[in-house]
């Protein structure tokens, strides 16, 4: 149902589709969506789209997809969950939503953060969409992997699990104030049995920074996890050179992790 005033300005079709996309109850729509509700010419579709772009009751977010909020929404136009973008631009789901998104998702901090990341294979961006700041970072095939599928709003969206966000946390610790809260955290959740070790082993075994993963095993042997767990950790460091996390060479050796450990590290 469209108020009287709303229909005032709109034209017939104009009015017809936002009738029928208020009561499908969407939020985001694409070109296709339009394609398969209205029998529109693409001349036809292309100049609808225009008018309503214009009179803001489809936002863009990118070529062929947009925000829908009628014009009963207000100024502010209708909100949309910032996890339902990341999907339109990777149809091929080679993508991840982490970082500090998935920090605070999981609980790891109360700390609410302004941008959300999206780890991908092809795209290099940084974009405001619908008042929100993505930022999605390109990495090698090698890095997406430990991820897991929620649901928002029936839509599939790809997120890291739990365990991955624990290795991202302290490869990209400065969201939460640098390495030794990081580590804080990350000790808070392996000690109260919040992860799964194994998986979490496994995930850091094939992490590609090696700094990275002589870090998680040098917590974990600490917090005593066995040794059989941490086995193929211990293998995938065995031959690296010798590390310090803090750039001295002063301290104690640890051969297992091949790292210098000293006292600040602790």
């Known amino acids: 149902m469209i108020p009287k005033n709303t229909s005032k300005t709109l034209g017939p079709i104009e009015t017809n589709i936002v009738a029928r996309l208020t009561y499908e109850k969407k939020t985001i729509v694409t070109t296709g969506d339009l394609d398969q509700l209205f029998k529109l010419s693409p001349e036809d579709r292309k100049q609808v789209v225009f008018r309503l772009k214009k009179k803001k009751i489809l936002t863009p977010i990118k070529r062929g997809a947009y925000v829908f909020s009628p014009l009963e929404s207000g100024p502010e136009g209708t909100g949309v969950d910032e996890l339902l973008i990341p999907p339109l631009f990777f149809p ?14 999981y609980g790891f901090t109360e700390q609410l953060f302004q941008t959300v990341y999206v780890l991908n ?5 940084e974009r405001i969409i619908c008042g929100v700041s993505y930022k999605f970072i390109k990495v ?3 890095r997406i992997y430990g991820q897991e599928v929620i649901k928002v709003k029936d839509t599939d969206v790809v997120v890291s ?6 290795i991202d946390l302290l ?5 939460v104030g640098g390495i030794n809260s990081a580590v804080l955290v990350f000790k808070q959740i392996v000690e109260e049995k919040k992860c799964d070790i194994k998986k979490l082993v496994e995930y850091a075994t094939r992490f590609p920074n090696i700094t990275t993963r002589k870090r998680i095993g040098l917590i974990l042997d600490e917090l005593g996890t066995v040794d059989t ?3 193929l950790l211990i293998k995938s460091v065995k031959k690296t050179a010798v590390s310090s996390f803090n750039g001295s060479r002063k301290g104690k050796l640890n051969k297992i992790w091949r790292v210098i450990v000293n006292d600040s590290q602790k």
């Open 92 to 105: 091929q789901k080679n993508y991840y939503i982490g970082y500090s998104t998935m920090f605070n998702y």
């Open 161 to 166: 699990s739990k365990e991955r966000t624990l």
């Open 140 to 142: 090698p095939e090698n």
């Open 229 to 231: 767990t941490l086995s």
């Open 171 to 175: 490869y990209f610790n400065k969201p």
């Open 121 to 125: 294979t092809t795209m290099r961006m």
